[in-house]
């Protein structure tokens, strides 16, 4: 958006707080911009620019590091690029982009890009400023602040969007951030902002975020994954092709324009794989998909698809189980797409997908995409998500951590589609039920709703909607909504209206039982006080007191117990028990000094530790430490299955740690073998474990398929020295392939 020239008259006097290779990579990031920028700018772009910044360095450091060696404009100008390139945002996002972090510091600057920009500019820089101020307050995302931070994504799309880019440039730089940050930003990122993308159909964005953030949490699985990649891509280049050249030419025969490639799963979703398949990466044979994208005019879109769907099926055995139609019903972020799985050569199932020109730039960049095709996709399913985030931000009875789970619930799932009476199409999460479906139409129908006609015949409340059910909801002016119900509805909006509804009818019999026992009273000449209230609120087990009136109305709590207990009760009042308090400072047990054998942050020695059990480290693991509510600290080692919760809730309560001294304690460690079936493989194995290392063996657990050997066996060590001679050992062993020390 400057011209070069101009842009060396504002940073070349500045150039001496830039190292050499700092000034490089802006300037190659600031060509970019250039070159992306050249049909969006309008002519007087250049020169508002170039003077807004030139007043800014007047009173903010443009050059100050964002992390060390990563100077705040070359961030700027690369955010920029992203939502140019990536995203496919025009003039508006940019700008916003450039000034983002400026108009943080300074309200002077954040004044003039609004006075000269005017709206929606500078309304997006005031959310994007209101972003940065709850993350100055190390705001948690299940701290009741995330609601404000959602709040302020939903006032306008693009502060997502610009969200989204900044998250992905400071991702590609975070090997420049310390170790703490790494892991804590990584944590963030995998848990909320990969989802955010993913939600609003940036695919590719979504993909880059899990990889780079698995690369910072999770180091040693991705670098295993990613060695095991790099040593398939001979032979699975090979197999893509073999696949591939038939196809290409019967295509090329039946006169398509096209692009055909393969394209390999990312790492983080390969991992994914493994976890919920619970394989070895051996036995994963689909590492790729085939991508078939097709040139042509909009009104044959779909025409040219199921074309080309015909020519595959012809040519490979499909699975009618694993076809998905997203053209015919487009996901809610407007994702379209012909998925098949085919039996390929080798006798292998293939994912072949099939998509338009414009679809495939949609599927990439998401909503985002839309604003180019007016009239072929709108931004209605946008809009009503966006509607949805609004009216669940809204409910003011909703916490914290049960709005962070209701939205997390609508970012992932996949979709079912229901059509009402009438015909009219509805889109709810899978796995949403009849309920669901009321709340959906209209919120006083969910709240009287007392089953549903499916396809011609009754279904209960809880009956799992399916794609392509007719629903009509069946209703009862006598029915209310019941607190099971939250058991049964899945979607966040029903799941917000039923809280809401439940919440209406507790007041509503808290005033009744209220009025209730205030007449009783009077009647035994005693008058409801707030002391005798919550008197009768603790003989009673009652935390709520809406609860323990509602209860005196449903006469749950029976109105002769009350008056029971206050003919009992002495006139003079109990003294209450006082408060036993704890100091809020963090405290330590001291270990014996011959178990001194870890040291904590900030040179911290002697401290009593136990071994968490969820990933049973041992002496060398690379660890941290995390302090207990009651003052404990417990030692897990990274890469521990919990270790993302706990930084991503608890992260103040972390601490670095590093063994010292001697080996610790006996742990459990077990160790995934596999081999050849032999017999007295097992033998020859338990003998070098027993006899060899005089390991100490707590179980074994051996199956045997087809000729191959697999087994899990648990052993006692004491540091990962004496765990690195042992599967060492091991391999040693003839008909041996593989040992590998498991996750917990």
């Known amino acids: 958006m400057i011209p070069r020239k101009k842009a060396e008259d504002i940073f070349m006097k500045e150039q001496t707080k830039l190292t050499i290779s700092e000034t490089a990579e802006y300037a190659r990031a600031y060509n970019k911009l250039l070159s992306l920028s050249a049909d969006i700018r309008r002519p007087d772009d250049e020169q508002t620019i170039r003077r807004l910044l030139q007043e800014a360095t007047d009173e903010i450091d443009i050059f100050q590091r964002k992390a060390p060696k990563f100077p705040l404009i070359t961030h700027a100008i690369e955010v920029a690029n992203i939502l140019i390139d990536d995203v496919g945002l025009s003039r508006g996002a940019a700008i916003c982009a450039i000034f983002a972090d400026m108009v943080q510091q300074s309200p002077t600057l954040r004044a003039k890009v609004a006075e000269t920009f005017g709206e929606p500019i500078s309304t997006i820089c005031e959310g994007l400023v209101k972003v940065a101020e709850l993350y100055e307050r190390h705001t948690s995302v299940e701290n009741e602040n995330f609601r404000k ?158 074309r080309a769907y015909s020519l595959v099926t012809d040519m490979y055995r499909p699975n009618p189980a694993r076809l998905k139609d997203w053209i015919s019903v487009p996901k809610g972020n407007g994702y379209e797409s012909l998925h098949i799985t085919v039996f390929g ?36 399913n946008m809009e009503l998500w966006l509607a949805n985030i609004r009216e669940v931000l809204e409910n003011p009875e909703l916490s914290g951590v049960d709005f ?193 054998v870890l040291m904590l942050d900030k040179g911290l020695t002697n401290i009593d530790f136990t071994l968490a059990k969820c990933c049973n480290p041992i002496f060398g693991d690379p660890v941290f430490a995390f302090v207990s509510a009651m003052g404990g600290v417990k030692v897990h080692r990274m890469g521990c299955p919990n270790e993302a919760e706990m930084r991503k809730r608890f992260g103040y309560r972390i601490l670095e740690a590093r063994w010292l001294g001697t080996e610790g304690d006996l742990v459990p460690v077990t160790l995934r073998i596999t081999g050849n079936d032999d017999l007295g493989l097992l033998s020859n194995i338990s003998q070098v474990l027993s006899k060899d290392m005089d390991a100490k063996v707590r179980s074994i657990n051996v199956n045997s398929t087809e000729g191959g050997f697999s087994g899990d066996i648990t052993i006692l060590v004491s540091s990962t020295d004496t765990l690195s001679k042992t599967i060492k050992k091991i391999k040693t062993i003839k008909g041996v392939f593989t040992v590998t020390r498991l996750e917990k």
Not at 242 to 253: C, H, N, R, Y
Not at 265 to 292: C, G, P, Q, W
Not at 365 to 374: D, P, R, V
């Open 149 to 306: 931070l959602l709040f302020t994504f939903a006032q306008d799309v693009r502060v997502i969007f610009v969200i989204l880019a900044d998250r992905l440039n400071v991702m590609r730089h975070l090997k420049l951030y310390p170790k703490a940050d790494q892991l804590r930003i990584g944590s963030e990122v995998a848990y909320l902002y990969a989802p955010l993308a993913h939600r609003m159909g940036l695919y590719g964005m979504k993909s880059e975020l899990e990889d780079l953030a698995m690369k910072f949490t999770n180091r040693e699985v991705y670098d295993s994954i990613a060695r095991k990649l790099n040593e398939t891509k001979r032979s699975r280049d090979s197999y893509i092709s073999t696949f591939i050249a038939p196809l290409k030419k019967a295509l090329t025969e039946q006169g398509f324009k096209f692009d055909i490639k393969g394209r390999t799963k990312t790492i983080s979703s390969i991992y994914n794989k493994l976890r919920k398949s619970n394989v070895d990466f051996e036995h994963i044979y689909d590492l790729f998909a085939i991508r078939i994208i097709i040139d042509c005019d909009l009104k044959d879109e779909k025409a040219e698809c199921w």
């Open 345 to 380: 050569p080798d006798n292998r199932w293939v994912e072949v997908q099939i998509r338009t020109r414009r679809m495939d730039e949609v599927a990439e960049k998401g909503f985002a995409a839309h604003w180019k095709y007016k009239g072929i996709t709108t931004e209605q």
């Open 404 to 596: 962070i789970d209701d939205f997390k619930l609508n970012l992932y799932d996949k979709e079912v589609f229901a059509f009402t009476p009438k015909g009219d199409l509805r889109r709810l999460a899978k796995g949403a039920t009849v309920l669901d479906f009321a709340f959906d139409v209209h919120t006083n129908i969910g709240r009287h709703c007392v089953g549903a006609i499916v396809n011609d015949r009754n279904v209960p409340i809880k009956y799992v909607i399916q794609n392509g059910d007719q629903v009509e909801i069946l209703t009862s002016s006598r029915q209310e909504p019941k607190a099971d119900w939250i058991n049964i509805v899945t979607t966040s909006r029903a799941k917000s209206k039923l809280r809401q509804a439940l919440k209406e009818q507790l007041y509503r019999q808290s005033d009744t039982g209220r009025e209730l026992l205030t007449r009783r009273l009077k009647n035994w000449k005693l008058e409801l006080n707030d002391t005798l209230l919550h008197q009768l609120m603790k003989v009673f087990g009652y935390k709520d007191i809406h609860v323990f009136l509602s209860d005196v109305a449903t006469e749950v709590v029976d109105i002769e117990k009350i008056k029971e207990y206050i003919d009992n009760q002495e006139q003079k009042e109990e003294e209450a028990e006082p408060v036993k308090t704890q100091s809020a400072e963090k405290y330590y047990t001291v270990r014996p000094d011959d178990r001194n």
